[in-house]
């Protein structure tokens, strides 16, 4: 499975994006699906899930309020909604995918991982 993300791009501080994750193939019903970023030195780190069928969502606490993920089963796709942006929340975005059922907020849980699309939030 390869997943696809985009929206990535330069915006100003206290701007929105959205982010998009498109899979090779249909899994989204029943894959539990996540987003997670990386800022340039540092180490990947989980952002927000939404579980199989989308019962159930989770998020960072760096970025509660102000993203929002959601799954849409027909189109085979999950985006990030991302509002009140920081110029903390710069980095590498990166869409995930996995099998597994419940909240994952961990790296390894997910098999499955897009090429990731960079944002960047200018002060």
């Known amino acids: 499975v390869q997943l696809q993300a985009s929206g990535g791009g330069l915006v100003q501080a206290g701007g929105s994006l959205r982010l998009a994750c498109t899979p090779s193939t249909r899994i989204f019903d029943t894959y539990t699906l996540g987003w997670f970023r990386q800022a340039p030195g540092k180490e990947r780190e989980f952002v927000a899930t939404?579980?199989?069928?989308?019962?159930?969502?989770y998020y960072a606490d760096s970025v509660k309020g102000r993203f929002t993920i959601s799954r849409d089963n027909v189109k085979n796709t999950v985006f990030l909604q991302m509002n009140s942006l920081k110029p903390e929340d710069t980095g590498i975005y990166y869409c995930?995918?996995?099998?597994?059922?419940?909240?994952?907020?961990?790296?390894?849980?997910?098999?499955?991982w897009g090429q990731g699309t960079l944002v960047t939030v200018s002060s």
């Open positions: 939404t579980t199989r069928g989308g019962s159930n969502e």
């Open positions: 995930a995918a996995d099998r597994g059922q419940g909240i994952r907020v961990l790296s390894r849980h997910y098999m499955y």
